[in-house]
């Protein structure tokens, strides 16, 4: 049973910068896609990135984030990393990190992840 635990979260102006970190324990990733998602109030959880934790493949972005948001992987410390630019009030949201999910082309279905991490708020302010 692998865990995910994110941090980094917190209140940003519009233009600023964040870097949420998501440390896996309990069980091996090496063969797992790893990557974030999130769900802005009263919608729908939706993909944001995504590795293969091995770097084979990736990484993935969806457009809206696409130039601004950068994923990154540690494996010696089990961290996947999510540096976000070029902040935005639409991307106010709670993110989550996700293992162990497949890739529909440059998407990813939140339906189909296996593992959660309990979610950090990121909050831009205009």
């Known amino acids: 049973q692998v865990q995910l635990v994110e941090s980094g979260g917190g209140l940003v102006q519009a233009g600023g910068s964040l870097r949420l970190s998501c440390v896996a324990s309990?069980?091996?990733?090496?063969?797992?896609?790893v990557g974030w998602f999130r769900q802005a109030p009263g919608k729908e959880r939706e993909f944001v990135t995504a590795?293969?934790?091995?770097?084979?493949?990736?990484?993935y972005y969806a457009e809206t984030v696409k130039g601004r948001f950068t994923i990154s992987r540690d494996p010696a410390k089990n961290t996947v990393y999510l540096q976000m630019n070029g902040l935005k009030p639409e991307d106010t949201a709670v993110y989550y990190c996700?293992?162990?999910?497949?890739?529909?082309?440059?998407?990813?279905?939140?339906?189909?992840?296996?593992?959660w991490g309990q979610g950090t708020q990121v909050t831009v302010s205009s």
């Open positions: 590795i293969t934790w091995s770097a084979s493949s990736g990484p």
């Open positions: 996700a293992a162990q999910f497949p890739m529909w082309g440059s998407r990813a279905p939140a339906a189909q992840v296996k593992y």
């Open positions: 309990g069980g091996t990733v090496s063969s797992y896609t």
